[in-house]
């Protein structure tokens, strides 16, 4: 195990909704990302985080947001969501080059 | 150009054979790092092996191991004497370190591997 987790595993919204992700960083970790992987493909890069600021974006709109906390914990906010969020959500906290995921939270939008 | 190229359709091997899986890649950036992944259907992403590209040697962890061909940009995946818990998808992810989020990475559409008994 990696020591990263995620909550919740697995979620069902429906269309218009909001939902919060919540990611906690392996010990050591400063570096938070999230990647969203749709079904049959590789994770596409969301945002990052380092040291509670947001450090580098992927092609996502802005109501896909998110925070880091003190402790280098994490969530991925979504707003307004649409059918084509479904998807797994996966963070992935960093050290060095070590980059270890967490388990992801299966998203369901109806 | 897509970054990174991983086209075998997919892949059977017997168990305890070997097997290689193909990655390539595109970046001008000098320094970056290449990576390997496993995601069986359970989801979770396993990191399996790293490969700086100012690595001299090739990158080696227990029964992987990763070809790395910096002039052909390639960066194939062995995986050596093959278990039935090898079956998964697997995927090749390049972290370029000149850009703005330094621990970015970007991935391959993957690869089905499935070990036959």
């Known amino acids: 195990e990696t020591g990263v987790t995620q909550s919740p595993t697995h979620l069902i919204k429906t269309r218009g909704q909001q939902v919060t992700l919540r990611c906690s960083s392996q010990?050591?970790?400063?570096?938070v990302s999230w990647y969203q992987q749709a079904l049959g493909q590789g994770p596409q890069f969301i945002f990052q985080y380092y040291r509670e600021e947001e450090n580098g974006r992927g092609n996502f709109p802005p109501r896909f947001s998110g925070l880091q906390f003190p402790n280098y914990s994490s969530e991925l906010n979504v707003n307004a969501l649409e059918l084509d969020d479904s998807a797994l959500y996966l963070c992935a906290s960093s050290g060095n080059n070590e980059q270890f995921f967490g388990p992801g939270t299966r998203l369901t939008v109806l | 150009a897509q970054k990174i190229t991983q086209t075998q359709p997919g892949m059977f091997v017997q168990e305890k054979e070997a097997v290689t899986l193909d990655c390539t890649y595109d970046t001008s950036d000098p320094s970056y790092g290449l990576f390997w992944y496993k995601q069986p259907s359970s989801g979770e992403m396993i990191f399996l092996i790293y490969q700086g590209s100012y690595d001299q040697q090739n990158a080696t962890e227990g029964r992987y191991s990763l070809n790395f061909q910096k002039a052909r940009k390639s960066a194939n995946l062995v995986i050596s004497a093959s278990q039935l818990g090898d079956s998964a998808m697997y995927f090749c992810?390049?972290?370029?370190?000149?850009?703005?989020?330094?621990?970015?990475?970007?991935f391959g559409k993957g690869i089905t591997l499935s070990v036959r008994p």
């Open positions: 010990s050591g970790h400063n570096t």
């Open positions: 992810a390049m972290r370029e370190d000149n850009t703005g989020a330094n621990s970015k990475l970007t």
